[in-house]
């Protein structure tokens, strides 16, 4: 008998691997000089951890699970996405508190019942981000950079970010009421699953697909307009962090995301080379799904995006550039930490971060805004091998201090050679 892989599933063939060997190796290259680090969580989960953390209401819990019984009876699900199943390794393995951050990043298959269509399959693969620790904006915007970077050097072309924010727990339920109140009056002309999600889920009528309902949704009222004065300062925050970095962005306000437990900021990538279906990664924050899967109150915050359209793509455009950073997968790990004490210092320390990475060497930086003993000791614990000290005395002077931690010594160093003498680190 002849036997078929199943629909909605294929078989990565040896003529397509050096596309995939590609994405893989940039990603982990990117990742670890990023300074995240891999974790691996089985395939399938109790179900209660996804309808908990992605929501009853969604169209991935609600008809997209590959759910089943097992022989003790437990409710089991081949895991749809990958964040709530990170979130509980890390809770279950004590991986993340409130004052450290935490960084780790993923590579795997995840299952969903939809229905097949190109670059899109029922086992699919996913990349991606979690971040846990730290609320400070310039975190979101990190991930943001490390998503576009990844695009970019795959040869994605003519990128951009649209950018918003769901609100928190203090302006989003005032938002919710007056989305109700704009759709109850249309809900006779909606379709069922718009009319089910008004009562349970009024966010998801924004992810409806159907021509009847589209008038509606485009009428209704936007998040953005409803945000408190702490979610537009924090996303104003995001913003400033991305135009250091040179990205482009603009403010989607009615990007709201397909899973329930996103908080504050929302984003996607998008490429305007690749037509109508031009999203090609997404995340945002998730700072109460800690909490609620039964571990301290950790904000968090993280990205993902699927390998096989990105790899149906850059097969059929052959766009693989192979410009990898210079500090290829797999090399020595010697972290360079920097370590920056006030706000213009903060700037300039995040400026040098992204210098250092494109140099292919490790770097992180606080998010926490701590003084100098404490980032020394966050340094210490992350097994730094060099700290850069910059604060308004070091600008002043224009000479910035390297330490090496290993030695207990430092040296002065001019500005203008920091990244020279990087290079011989």
């Known amino acids: 008998m002849k036997y078929s892989s199943q629909r909605g599933t294929r078989d990565i063939l040896p003529e397509d691997m050096p596309v995939w060997h590609a994405i893989e190796n940039t990603c982990k290259t990117l990742f670890e000089l990023y300074n995240y680090h891999e974790i691996r969580t089985p395939i399938f989960e109790a179900t209660e951890l996804f309808t908990r953390s992605i929501g009853q209401e969604t169209d991935i819990v609600s008809k997209e699970m590959y759910t089943f019984t097992d022989k003790g009876e437990r409710s089991l699900t081949l895991r749809p996405e990958a964040t709530a199943p990170v979130v509980r390794a890390a809770v279950q393995n004590n991986l993340i508190s409130a004052n450290r951050i935490t960084k780790l990043y993923y590579v795997g298959p995840m299952f969903r019942y939809e229905r097949p269509q ?7 693969y996913q990349a991606g981000v979690e971040a846990f620790g730290p609320k400070d904006p310039a975190l979101d915007a990190e991930i943001i950079i490390l998503a576009h970077e990844i695009l970019s050097h795959l040869g994605i072309q003519d990128l951009e970010v649209d950018l918003n924010s769901v609100g928190c727990e203090k302006c989003r339920p005032a938002y919710l009421e007056n989305v109700k ?6 809900l006779e002309e909606m379709c069922e699953d718009c009319k089910n999600r008004a009562e349970h889920n009024p966010l998801r009528i924004f992810d409806c697909k159907n021509p009847q309902c589209k008038e509606y949704i485009e009428k209704a009222p936007a998040v953005f307009d409803s945000l408190c004065s702490e979610c537009k300062d924090h996303l104003e925050k995001v913003i400033s962090n991305l ?14 995301r397909g899973l329930d437990y996103y908080t504050g900021t929302t984003f996607e990538i998008i490429s305007k080379q690749l037509g109508a279906q031009n999203a090609i990664c997404g995340g945002g924050r998730y700072d109460d799904l800690v909490s609620e899967l039964g571990g301290s109150s950790v904000p968090a915050v993280g990205f993902a995006f699927g390998i096989d359209r990105l790899a149906e793509i850059l097969k059929n455009a052959s766009l693989i550039t192979h410009h990898l950073p210079a500090g290829r997968h797999g090399a020595s790990r010697k972290l360079i930490y920097i370590a920056a004490l ?6 300039a320390a995040m400026d040098l971060l992204q210098k250092i990475r494109k140099m292919g060497r490790i770097a992180e930086i606080d998010y926490f805004s701590r003084n100098l003993k404490s980032q020394l000791k966050e340094a210490d614990r992350l097994k730094a091998k060099y700290v850069i000290i910059i604060g308004d005395d070091e600008l002043k002077s224009g000479n910035l201090i390297l330490r090496n931690m290993e030695k207990a010594t430092q040296e002065s160093i001019p500005i203008p050679k920091m990244l020279e003498r990087i290079n011989l680190l």
Do not use: E, M, P, W
């Open 181 to 186: 109140s704009h759709f109850s009056t249309h």
């Open 118 to 124: 190109a670059g899109r399959y029922r086992q699919f």
């Open 243 to 256: 135009d250091l970095s040179n990205i482009k962005y603009k403010i989607n306000k009615r990007l709201v």
């Open 342 to 347: 006030g706000d213009d210092a903060q700037k």
